[in-house]
């Protein structure tokens, strides 16, 4: 009985996040209102309500929903590259690519919106959390196998990382620059920072 309570629960907020990430698409995210979504997923606000407390935990939980897509297949295609360094400039490419092509992930970090969404995942802690999420088992295996300098500060490194993907995405969205010139900088300042002295 619980197990079907709960399968509910998730597809009347799964249902909840479709609704609103059409409405961000169609009005954008900073116009979009809680009205809006309840009439888009053919539901009453104060059910809208009972899954979301305001429009703000729509957009972050929209974000970690797509964040989260996918992420163990993505962690199994970097792995593939044969160098720490690679998987890192390799692996974070992939992620603004992906960002590019998801148009969710694109509105939320477009000029238009991304102070909102940016405020959003600054204040909640996420971008940060998810990121940990996405490189933490790569990063603790590259510092296990002496690929990572052993004195970096991995927390520093995530909050780093997660400003690198959603500046870049909006950068590269709005056509100043390409994933190619990114590579080239990646592959000449970063890596050499992360890596171990042999």
């Not at 990430?21 to 979504?37: H, L, N, P, R, Y």
């Not at 970096?152 to 400003?163: G, I, P």
């Not at 870049?168 to 190619?180: E, R, T, V």
């Amino acid at each position: 009985m619980a197990h079907k309570m709960d399968t509910e629960t998730t597809d009347v907020g799964a249902a909840i996040l479709v609704a609103a990430e059409s409405c961000f698409e169609q009005f954008g995210i900073t116009k979009t209102t809680m009205a809006d979504v309840a009439r888009a997923a053919n539901m009453s606000r104060a059910t809208v309500y009972r899954y979301f407390s305001d429009r703000e935990s729509l957009i972050v939980a929209s974000i970690v929903h797509r964040a989260r897509m996918n992420m163990e297949p993505w962690r199994v295609r970097i792995r593939k590259y044969p160098t720490f360094g690679e998987r890192i400039v390799e692996g974070l490419c992939a992620n603004i690519r992906r960002g590019l092509r998801d148009p969710m992930i694109h509105l939320l970090v477009s000029p238009a919106e991304a102070t909102l969404a940016t405020t959003l995942l600054a204040t909640s802690g996420r971008a940060v959390q998810l990121t940990r999420e996405l490189w933490e088992p790569i990063l603790l295996e590259a510092r296990e196998s002496g690929e990572l300098r052993a004195d970096v500060d991995l927390d520093l490194l995530y909050e780093w990382l997660s400003e690198i993907e959603m500046n870049y995405i909006s950068a590269l969205g709005a056509s100043a620059g390409s994933l190619d010139r990114l590579r080239a900088k990646l592959y000449a300042f970063v890596v050499p920072s992360l890596l171990a002295r042999p």
